[in-house]
């Protein structure tokens, strides 16, 4: 037998390339491309009065310069409301280039395309714009209050609004033993992937074909909204992914302005076009995340045991909506976490705001549910005096009650049915990981030497692989080579490895064999895209299927030529054989030339399908009616539902009792994923995802002033970590299989941040014994925290010690 | 207006390259589109990322915060200069790869060329000192964990690879500055 | 995110690159490690017409270590400085500050002087230049002027440089026999400007109390600012001196303001805390260096 490749610590293919040099991103690209730079507004919301190019024209290199005013038909129209929802009370989009009015800084009122990047932000800097300047629109309180609105025609800023419940949570609440209200907040973040944007066109003006490069996660996505907006027919449009550094969620957003200015340029300039996005443009033009207030009250009985839980969700999206209203939806049903909440109501309202857009980042609003979930865990544990972890325990959907129906529908528009997950293992498992159990005496050690040290957990669930489906093509060539082919994109997530993988179990033949494509319409048209943790779930499943299928063809065509039965044959390392006599057997390849009858040789090989070579059946065509041409298989998946991954997070921490620096001293993840293709991918998949964790939790925000300004648009002051902030990350594997798909897995790409901010805020609450409400939150947060704490303005946890009279006098 | 421009003899991976450029051409757009060596990334123009970190005679430097005017008089290596002549690869690329120490692979040539300089002068790094001499370069996919591990590791394969350990007998701080 | 054009000169000598600073006058800008500079072009937040590239005159190259302390010359860079036996040894504080200079790759090109001319009041070589009370060589078609550091920051980003002046060396002097030095700070990421900073110097009399205490502040006030702290600690030997008294001392008298990092409270906290550590670090420093005189080297040298 071959080795099995499923499960093994796989090299990756990709890494040849991309540790030579030879990668190929969106800018190494195009070469003798014009460039394009945006004129983007520098008010958070204003209205365009006028836009004076005439100083710009002067520059040696400008080719031209683009406004609303030049656009027609569908390209002046505003970009598409990519998932419409019944929620949605008045759904904006932005335009290409700016009409009239701007909403936050950074929108694109102008493009200028030149010889080069530097003189078109030469041009750039010449374009006089006579801007009206317009109220603010900044943050949550003042959406809500809607003293002023951000887009004219609407009386507020809200969105879209939406209640889901299950029982009645209220009367359950009314009526329970205990009852807690719980208020948070968490900021915004961003992806913010190493690689921004970018956008490569190339029209063929006599072929009447447009060939667009994107940096995105959606290659299928872009090309239908591309060709709608250049009013051109999908098979006029092609669209390729080249390697892309990295996604993280914002760029499965499409189409970006952008998007459709650069191939609408090409078009009519008869000249490539380029845009490469830079990094400030990339803080102020892309998108962000996260941002959320949120009220829980839940009621509970004296063995912590949720009765009801009744959630109210203020969510911050930005100037526009054009990915609807996915991240609260996610919020409102993930945060269910591996709970049964007992009668459940949550409402949302998504509100305007004239800051950047908001659309899904790792995670995608599940960091947020989480983090209300278990907060409240950690309150009613506090309250009752339980342990933390027991709290827990008595909430959990136990695995011998899977599936579970939490009677909601999830983001992908099906119920929100748990398919399988083992929570009390997981939870013995992090704690034994942690040391749990050990923690108080380590507390005291720490304490005898004047430091205070913290532990905190956290535990989700993650519904992954939506639908509605991915296609796989698989095909062997006559020179036994194996190529396959897969719509979705791969921005890093080693994609080419793990489908080989499976294609190398599924045929039999050695990985070194298989040529793995993504993200190319050329190879496959039907596709999504590559969000919600669900690449190796619908790509890997629809590659296996597609293989399946073209290994049955195989071995009819090898049966025929070998002269046995088809089910006496397997194939190992590339060669059809029969068991038990190995000796007797065919190459891929060959079967690959059988495969298609041949009137004209073309090489040696070749000549074995020709017609007057075999010995034919005169009874049966060439080419049999429910057969055709080809060593090839094609086949989709399209899953009933997600699968539900899961984990647990625990951490423990030192806040340094004079400075309130927050030290991360250990990370511990259980992690249940499914059955693992590549252990090695996993695991860096989860160190990736803590790292964005820790990220979102003590360092990274997006600092807009009243004015809408966002004051940190670099990474100077956006304080994505280095090494040193993030902490060594200790993993365990837990494999609850998925029943839902051939190869029972489950996603695994942003499990790890989810529990972040929740794991941090409760190890640092433990340490410091005050609620931690509000994060990301910094030294200088925590440093006014224990101020307020000290002068009895914030209470201490129940059963934790009152501030200790300081003896020495603050300032 | 037209803007001047200067001509340019740069010294990258061995060889000699000219290029006509206006004076303000950074060294990271110069490499990836005056010279086609785009394995030098671009991911911040502002030197915090390290995407385009090269190595100017031997000294890991940021490429986007230097002109290619400025650059002349130095002996450049790139990414596509790490590899040996016959495409044997240098040990911190085996041990990236090994070591699972890259994802999207946007910030690995960086890395390579920071971890490639600091091993010449460090051959044996524990493990902190392994994530501190990372520590200047941003990464968004890994967490960093493999890419300490991967250093490590590029140690291993370095001393068995014989590569020649520099005059290290003496300690770092007894060397005469200007043998940098 | 691309420069704007300039006209480029690359003087191979001093005067050459003064006739130029004089030809190009408030227009022309000094080029040396551009670690700080580029960034501003690449920002489009400077726009000179003419930058003066000095990387060429090698005889600016340079890190002369004397009896009465360190000269840096204009093109050294911070690793280079960083990597001297000789400097290190005379000038511990400038090894303390300079590892804490951003990452290695900048110091590979970063220059101390320029630093020093970028006046940042959040920089470390600005503080440890305070510390020591040292100075600073400027030099136009004019001739030379030395310039005392008191009278060289006058404000953040502002020094007293004056126009088609350039900066050629700082001199760090040598602290007293007796003395040791140290920095501590807090920044949000290793590697980042302190949200407070402070480098200390502590002098220790032949009975090992403490005679002199002083330290300087980085990000709490528009020029690197030095306080005298000895009277808390005078004549107390470094176990027993009372170092939170002499933090203390620093209410008041620091001018920090709030940015999106720290609030001004937390940075005047901050000062007071960092105070007492970096003296505290100091002190013992000096009790090393006075019983042994060959630990000055190793204080300052590269970890």
Redesign the interface.
């Known amino acids: 037998m071959t080795t099995k490749m499923f499960g093994l610590p796989v090299q990756r293919t990709e890494d040849q390339r991309l540790i030579t040099g030879k990668g190929g991103y969106l800018d190494d690209l195009g070469a003798g491309a014009y460039a394009a730079a945006f004129v983007r507004s520098p008010h958070a919301h204003a209205r365009v009065r006028d836009i004076d190019v005439m100083a710009a024209l002067e520059v040696d290199g400008l080719v031209a310069v683009y406004t609303h005013d030049d656009l027609t038909g569908p390209m002046a129209e505003p970009l598409p409301l990519l998932i419409p929802h019944p929620s949605i009370l008045d759904g904006r989009t932005a335009h290409a280039l700016a009409k009239e009015y701007v909403h936050h800084v950074g929108e694109p009122v102008a493009m200028v395309v030149a010889r080069d990047r530097y003189i078109a932000e030469d041009v750039v800097e010449r374009i006089a714009v006579d801007y009206e300047i317009l109220d603010p629109v900044v943050g949550i309180e003042q959406a809500l209050l809607a003293e002023r609105v951000v887009h004219a025609g609407m009386g507020d800023n809200v969105a879209a609004h939406l209640v889901q419940e299950v029982g009645d949570a209220r009367a359950a609440i009314a009526a329970a033993p205990n009852r807690l209200d719980v208020e948070l907040d968490i900021e915004r973040s961003a992806c913010t992937p190493m690689e921004g944007r970018g956008v490569y066109a190339r029209w063929d003006g006599p072929d009447q074909m447009l060939r667009l490069y994107s940096s995105t996660q959606t290659a299928s996505g872009v090309r239908a909204a591309v060709a709608a907006k250049l009013e051109l027919q999908l098979g006029q449009v092609e669209v390729v992914v080249p390697d892309v550094g990295g996604g993280f969620g914002v760029k499965i957003m499409h189409p970006w302005p952008e998007e459709v200015m650069v191939p609408w340029a090409a078009r009519a300039l008869g000249h490539e076009v380029k845009w490469t996005e830079d990094r400030r443009e990339h803080f102020v033009a892309a998108a962000h995340e996260r941002a959320q207030h949120q009220r829980v009250t839940v009621g509970f009985d004296d063995d912590g045991r949720l009765l009801g839980l009744d959630v109210d969700i203020s969510h911050d999206n930005g100037a526009y909506l054009p990915y609807g209203v996915i991240v609260p939806i996610i919020t409102s049903t993930q945060l269910l976490g591996p709970y049964k909440p007992g009668a459940y109501r949550v409402e949302f309202r998504s509100l305007y705001t004239t800051t950047a857009i908001v659309t899904p980042y790792r995670g995608a609003g599940r960091p947020q549910g989480v983090f209300a979930m278990e907060r409240t865990m950690d309150a009613i544990a506090q309250h009752l005096g339980m342990d933390r972890a027991e709290v827990r325990a008595v909430n959990f959907i136990q695995p011998d009650e899977m599936p579970y129906d939490q009677g909601l529908l999830f983001q992908d528009g099906r119920p929100l049915i748990y398919d399988s997950g083992d929570y009390p293992t997981s939870l013995a498992m992090i704690k034994d990981l942690v040391g749990w159990d050990d923690f108080t005496a380590y507390r005291e050690e720490a304490r005898a030497q004047g430091r205070t040290v913290g532990l905190g957990l956290a535990c989700y669930v993650e519904g992954t692989g939506p639908g509605p489906y991915e296609g796989g093509h698989v095909q062997v060539e006559t020179n036994g080579k194996v190529r396959v082919a897969t719509g979705l994109t791969s921005q890093g997530q080693g994609h080419q490895t793990v489908l080989a993988q499976i294609v190398a179990d599924e045929l039999g033949v050695p990985m070194s064999d298989i040529e793995v494509t993504t993200g190319d319409t050329r190879r496959m048209a039907y596709s999504v895209g590559t969000y919600a943790s669900r690449g190796a779930i619908m790509s890997g499943s629809a590659v296996a299927l597609a293989a399946r299928r073209l290994r049955e063809k195989a071995l009819r065509i090898a049966a025929d030529a070998l002269e046995a039965d088809s089910g006496d044959l397997e194939i190992v390392d590339g060669r059809i054989r029969v068991k038990g006599s190995p000796a007797s057997g065919i190459e891929l390849g060959t079967v690959a030339v059988l495969s298609n009858p041949l009137r004209y040789a073309f090489d040696e090989a070749s000549k074995a399908a020709t017609q007057f070579t075999g010995a034919a059946d005169f009874a049966k065509p060439p080419v049999a009616e429910d057969d055709e041409p080809g060593l090839e298989g094609t086949d989709f998946y399209s899953p009933l539902r997600c699968t539900f991954a899961s984990g647990m997070h625990a951490v423990i921490v030192e806040t340094d009792p004079e400075t309130a620096d927050i030290k991360i001293l250990r990370y511990c993840v259980v992690h249940d994923c499914g059955k693992l293709i590549n252990p090695l991918i996993v695991e860096g998949q989860v160190h990736g995802g803590v790292a964005q964790g820790v990220a979102g939790a003590l360092y990274e925000r997006m600092a807009y002033d009243p004015g809408g300004q966002l004051l940190n648009a670099s990474f100077m002051d956006f304080l994505m970590p280095y090494a040193s902030e993030v902490p060594t990350i200790e993993i365990d594997h837990l494999e609850t299989p998925s029943p839902l798909n051939p190869l029972g897995i489950k996603g695994a790409g942003e499990a790890g941040v989810i529990p972040g901010a929740a794991v941090l805020a409760a190890a640092i609450e433990d340490a410091e014994g005050f609620a931690i409400q509000r994060m990301p939150i910094s030294p200088s947060e925590l440093f006014h925290l224990r101020r307020r704490f000290a002068s009895g303005e914030i209470a201490p946890l129940p059963g934790r010690a009152a501030p200790a009279p300081t003896n020495e006098q603050e300032s | 207006?037209?803007?001047?421009l200067?001509e340019i003899r740069l010294r990258v991976n061995g060889a000699v390259h000219t290029a006509t450029v206006?004076?303000?051409?950074?060294l990271s757009?110069c490499l990836?589109?005056d010279l086609?060596?785009?394995?030098?990334?671009?991911?911040?123009?502002?030197?915090?990322?390290?995407?385009c970190?090269v190595r100017?005679d031997g000294?890991?430097?940021?490429s986007?915060?230097?002109?290619a005017?400025?650059a002349q008089?130095h002996e450049i290596t790139?990414?596509?200069g790490?590899?040996a002549a016959d495409g044997t690869?240098h040990p911190v690329?085996r041990a990236?790869?090994?070591c699972?120490g890259?994802?999207?692979?946007?910030?690995?040539?960086g890395f390579?060329n920071?971890a490639a300089a600091y091993l010449d002068d460090n051959p044996d790094p524990t493990e902190e000192q392994a994530?501190?001499?990372?520590?200047?370069?941003?990464?968004?996919?890994?967490?960093?964990?493999?890419?300490?591990r991967a250093v490590l590791r590029a140690a291993e394969l370095r001393r068995a690879d014989g590569m020649p350990v520099p005059e290290q007998a003496a300690p770092?701080?007894?060397?005469?500055?200007g043998d940098? | 995110m691309k420069p704007p054009p300039f006209s480029y000169h690359a003087p191979a000598s001093l005067p050459h690159a003064l006739s130029l600073l004089a030809e190009t006058g408030s227009d022309g800008k000094v080029l040396a490690g551009g670690q700080s500079l580029i960034p501003l072009l690449n920002m489009r937040l400077a726009a000179p017409a003419h930058l003066v590239d000095i990387n060429g005159i090698t005889e600016l190259d340079r890190v002369d270590t004397d009896a009465t302390g360190v000269r840096v010359g204009a093109l050294a860079r911070h690793s280079r400085v960083e990597a001297d036996p000789a400097a290190a040894a005379a000038v511990p504080l400038l090894g303390q500050g300079l590892r804490l200079v951003a990452h290695p790759v900048i110091r590979n090109r970063g220059t101390t002087v320029g630093s020093l001319a970028h006046a940042d009041p959040s920089a470390e070589m600005t503080a440890a230049l305070a510390l020591l009370g040292g100075s600073v060589v400027a030099a136009s078609t004019d001739g030379e002027r030395t310039i005392d550091v008191a009278d060289f920051f006058v404000g953040p980003m502002e020094s007293s440089l004056r126009t088609g002046e350039l900066l050629v060396s700082a001199h760090f002097p040598r602290p007293p026999a007796g003395s040791g030095t140290a920095f501590a700070e807090l920044a949000r990421r290793h590697g980042d400007y302190a949200m407070c900073g402070v480098a200390a110097l502590v002098t220790l009399d032949q009975d090992l109390r403490v005679c002199a205490a002083r330290a300087a502040y980085l990000s709490v006030a528009p020029v690197p600012l030095v306080l005298d702290l000895t009277e808390p600690l005078a004549g107390r030997p470094p176990g027993t001196a009372d170092f939170a008294a002499a933090g203390r001392m620093t209410r008041g008298r620091l001018e920090p303001e709030e940015d999106i990092h720290a609030t001004a409270e937390y940075r005047a906290h901050l000062a007071e805390v960092l105070t007492a550590r970096a003296l505290r670090e100091a002190a013992q420093a000096a009790i090393r260096t006075s019983l042994d005189p060959a630990e000055s080297a190793r204080e300052g040298a590269p970890t």
């Open positions: 207006m037209s803007e001047e200067h206006p004076a303000r051409r950074l757009d990836r589109h086609g060596l785009t394995g030098t990334h671009v991911g911040c123009e502002h030197g915090v990322c390290g995407a970190t100017i000294r890991p430097m940021r986007c915060l230097m002109f005017v400025t008089a790139t990414v596509e790490l590899a690869l690329q990236f790869r090994e699972h890259l994802q999207c692979g946007f910030c690995t040539p390579l920071v994530r501190e001499a990372i520590g200047g370069n941003l990464c968004r996919c890994t967490g960093y964990q493999n890419i300490v770092e701080d007894a060397r005469t500055p940098r």
